[in-house]
């Protein structure tokens, strides 16, 4: 069965900063890069960041490069997201999945909600 639990997620105000951490099932995880997307109210679910499984190669979207940091630990089936500087568009639902989404984007965990206030 395949699994994806975000957690970390908060109100926060502007500038301050969160941390998201995702476990995904083995079969998502493995041999995959993964990602960090996330969705506003109102908007397309839209890729934050993804890394390859080597862990050196990485991509951010424009509007959080240099705020945002992915990392991973194969060892753990862990992907986590550090946010900082946040801004009040960081407000959205994150999720995790791999890069692209597995199964097509049909498979999704519940989100962890960031609320930047301003």
């Known amino acids: 069965q395949v699994q994806l639990e975000e957690s970390g997620g908060g109100l926060v105000q502007a500038g301050g900063s969160l941390r998201l951490s995702c476990t995904a099932s083995?079969?998502?995880?493995?041999?995959?890069?993964m990602g960090w997307y996330r969705q506003a109210p109102g908007q397309e679910r839209k890729l934050v960041a993804f890394?390859?499984?080597?862990?050196?190669?990485?991509n951010y979207a424009d509007l959080v490069k240099g705020r945002f940091t992915i990392s991973r630990d194969n060892a753990k089936n862990t992907v986590t997201l550090d946010l900082n500087n946040l801004e009040p568009e960081d407000t959205a639902v994150y999720y995790c999945?791999?890069?692209?989404?597995?199964?097509?984007?049909?498979?999704w965990g519940q989100g962890t909600q960031v609320t930047v206030s301003s």
């Open positions: 083995t079969i998502v995880f493995r041999n995959n890069a």
């Open positions: 999945n791999s890069f692209p989404p597995w199964y097509g984007g049909r498979v």
């Open positions: 890394i390859f499984e080597d862990g050196a190669r990485i």
